[in-house]
């Protein structure tokens, strides 16, 4: 149908503007939790506990 109407045409050359609503578009995150240690059910990569306890005696 749309070759026969010209229907098409008309909605490739509509301009569409997303200002009206750009504050409700969801934009995807750059990691998933997929990408994460977590989703892996893996433990973080964080050593910070090992490294207070490590401290020397003199930093406190």
Partial sequence: MAG???WASAD?????SFEDFA???VV???TTTDDTDAGWGERGASNDDRLL?????HWD
């Fill in 53 to 57: 306890a490590d401290r020397p005696p």
């Fill in 23 to 25: 504050d409700e578009l």
């Fill in 12 to 16: 490739e050359q509509r301009e569409v």
């Fill in 4 to 6: 026969t109407s010209g």
């Fill in 28 to 30: 995807l995150p750059d």
